[in-house]
């Protein structure tokens, strides 16, 4: 499966769990660490944790694949599922704010995700 199709179809699972205000950044040109950022919210760090395991899940169990590295999946605030060509940060919304990926990353392009959040 290649890189962009997998990440969208994290968009997916991630919708499935109702996370919203979702953003796919292309940062390949910017970054030798990985090719795509998804940034997804979520209301509490059940929702959030629950996204999280969602995504992990169905890549376990529909595509054999499994994250390189998850941080903060314990504390629910911010969890970072490392899956080497791109990497899904699932955060509580104050969270995101106070972190600011997108200003970190506003060179990045964003690419457009066609199905509507929840």
């Given at each position: 499966?290649?890189?962009?199709?997998?990440?969208?179809?994290?968009v997916e699972y991630a919708?499935?769990?109702?996370?919203f205000n979702l953003k796919?950044?292309?940062?390949?040109?910017?970054?030798?660490?990985?090719?795509?950022?998804?940034?997804?919210?979520?209301?509490?760090?059940?929702?959030?944790?629950?996204?999280?395991?969602?995504?992990?899940?169905?890549?376990?169990?529909?595509?054999?694949?499994?994250?390189?590295?998850?941080?903060?999946?314990?504390?629910?605030?911010?969890?970072?599922?490392?899956?080497?060509?791109?990497?899904?940060?699932?955060?509580?919304?104050?969270?995101?704010?106070?972190?600011?990926?997108?200003?970190?990353?506003?060179?990045?392009?964003?690419?457009?995700?066609?199905?509507?959040?929840?």
């Amino acid at each position: 499966m290649q890189a962009k199709e997998a990440v969208l179809r994290a968009v997916e699972y991630a919708l499935d769990k109702k996370g919203f205000n979702l953003k796919l950044l292309e940062v390949h040109e910017l970054s030798s660490l990985t090719d795509y950022l998804l940034l997804i919210s979520g209301r509490s760090d059940r929702q959030v944790q629950a996204i999280a395991e969602n995504i992990k899940l169905e890549f376990k169990n529909s595509h054999q694949q499994l994250p390189l590295a998850i941080e903060g999946m314990d504390q629910g605030r911010w969890v970072l599922l490392d899956y080497g060509e791109f990497m899904v940060h699932v955060f509580q919304e104050p969270v995101r704010e106070f972190y600011d990926l997108e200003g970190l990353w506003s060179e990045a392009p964003e690419v457009p995700l066609e199905r509507t959040e929840a």
